[in-house]
């Protein structure tokens, strides 16, 4: 078992190796320590937004200066996209990484998160958004992997990572 620190510290270092320069984050308790990472990491340029489509448009316009981006957020969040992700990044075929929580999912003890857990990955699936799920620690290295891919294919990838595994417990 790992501690929430050095799972976020992993996800950042996994970031680091893709070159990933620009995160723009929206809180999500979830991957709270994870943001707290790359805020203090001298290696990122952090950007807080409000909205969801805004790490949208910051790592989009990123790529097209060749700078490295992530946008990390929870799966709700990823759930207002579905338009902002096919109407820009499939259009013009902009790779972008996103980090997202597996919310609504078994050991989610927040009820108002069901609904995520029946419709999130049936979402992505239905726009043939690639993800891969990090439901153990082992698996970060998949954030790398879900990153080149994105690059070779030419849009979004999304990396989801599971309550377990961000608090150490997988």
């Known amino acids: ?28 308790n979830w991957v ?31 790529f ?3 700078t490295g981006s992530m946008a990390v957020m929870g799966a709700s969040g990823l759930m207002t996209l579905i338009y902002a ?5 499939y ?20 009820k108002f998160h069901v609904s995520n857990g029946l419709y999130f990955l049936p979402s992505l699936d239905a726009i043939n958004l690639t993800y891969e799920i990090i439901d153990s620690a082992d698996k970060i290295p998949l954030i790398k992997r879900a990153y080149d891919h994105s690059r070779t294919v030419s849009r979004p990838v999304v990396a989801i990572m599971t309550r377990d595994v961000l608090r150490g417990e997988a």
């Open 32 to 62: 709270a320590d994870v943001i707290r990472e790359f805020d203090h990491d001298d290696r990122f340029r952090h950007v807080p937004v409000n909205r969801e489509e805004s790490a949208v448009g910051l790592c989009s316009g990123a």
């Open 1 to 28: 078992m790992s501690t929430r620190k050095e799972i976020a510290e992993r996800v950042v270092e996994q970031a680091a190796a893709c070159d990933i320069s620009l995160v723009a984050s929206l809180p999500d």
């Open 85 to 89: 992700i096919t109407k820009i990044n």
């Open 64 to 66: 097209f200066s060749g």
């Open 91 to 110: 259009t013009y075929e902009i790779p972008m990484m996103i980090l997202a929580t597996l919310r609504g999912a078994p050991g989610d003890k927040a």
